[in-house]
């Protein structure tokens, strides 16, 4: 995953700690992860996410365009109403993940941290005939997201992404630093992702990989509607819906611990029973330090791995939950 050209100028407030790939821009936390982690979870604070791009679809056509190319179904999208949605390759294969609202004149989104530049590449090269403009809104609005419960009040002609987790604010850029002042305390990107990973919500780029279809993820349903016309890798979709056999699967992990650092993206998952030696079957998507829970983290597996399989995450013993049903 590429990463954002965005300094938010809030890793200046006091304590303030740059997170890593693919959150660089934005502060990993502010001295206190679990403290953070509390307030967000209580539904005080809010997590800037400025370093996100942002996408803009206006037009007349925008909504019946869209439902075309992503997997969601959008030609009747309600003003207001949040919702996601993925873009596909021809083998279905998940390219880029949208968070988005139509606010009755323009369709906004907010995507991971660099990729806007090739999703707009990919809009306007099926623009055709359809009366569509897009645009990278990044450079003037800045995300920020309040976590579900808060009872902070938006600034007046914003735009506000609600959902069961929160809300997703895009804020004018210049204001970013006026609405910390107002509406504090910061909390960093790593409390959000914890929260996250406790919650089994994959995100792009982390949980997923060249290859990663949308069914391994949990993401029909949610990101993706299957009562709806042609797009892009409709075919693999209704296939492996069809036959219920998607090659791998989203699992959550208790990890051990007495372990000091966790397992990194991308660290092998392997039967505990076989030791550090065995044969690889899978590896893990997201690590974090949970305030309740302790190190917790989401994996990708294989789909025949036993559901009852203690594993080792490098040296890292792991008891896995289902996510996605095998």
Known sequence: MQSSQFQSPLLSLPGAVPAEAP????????????????ALAEGDGF??????????VGGEDRLSWLHLLITQHMSEL??????????????GHIEHALYLV????????????????????????????????VRDATEDLAVVHLPAGSIVETP?????????????????????EAFA?????AIGVLALEALRVEARRPRFGLETDHRTIPHELGWIGTAVHLQKGCYRGQETVARVHNLGKPPRRLVFLHLDGSEVKLPGHGAPLR???????????????????HHELGPIALALVKRNVPLD?????????????????P
Do not use: C
């Open 102 to 133: 139509d606010d009755g004149e323009t369709t906004w989104a907010h995507v991971e941290p660099g990729t806007q530049g090739a999703l707009i590449s990919y809009l306007e090269s099926m623009k055709f005939f359809y009366r569509v403009e």
């Open 271 to 289: 039967l505990a029973a076989d030791g550090a030696g065995g044969r690889q079957l899978g590896f893990v998507t997201t690590s974090a330090r």
């Open 23 to 38: 959150d660089e821009g934005v502060a990993g936390h502010y001295s206190d992860l679990f403290r953070e982690q509390r």
């Open 78 to 91: 309600p003003a207001g109403q949040a919702t996601e949605a993925l873009v596909l390759s021809a083998n």
């Open 309 to 325: 399989a203690q594993l080792l995450a490098d040296d890292t013993a792991a008891a896995q939950e289902v996510v996605v049903e």
């Open 181 to 185: 002042a107002d509406h504090g305390p």
């Open 156 to 176: 007046p002609g914003v735009v506000v992404r609600e959902t069961a987790h929160g809300r997703d604010v895009f804020l004018p850029r210049g204001g970013l």
């Open 47 to 56: 997590v800037d996410l400025s370093h996100r791009g942002v996408i803009a």
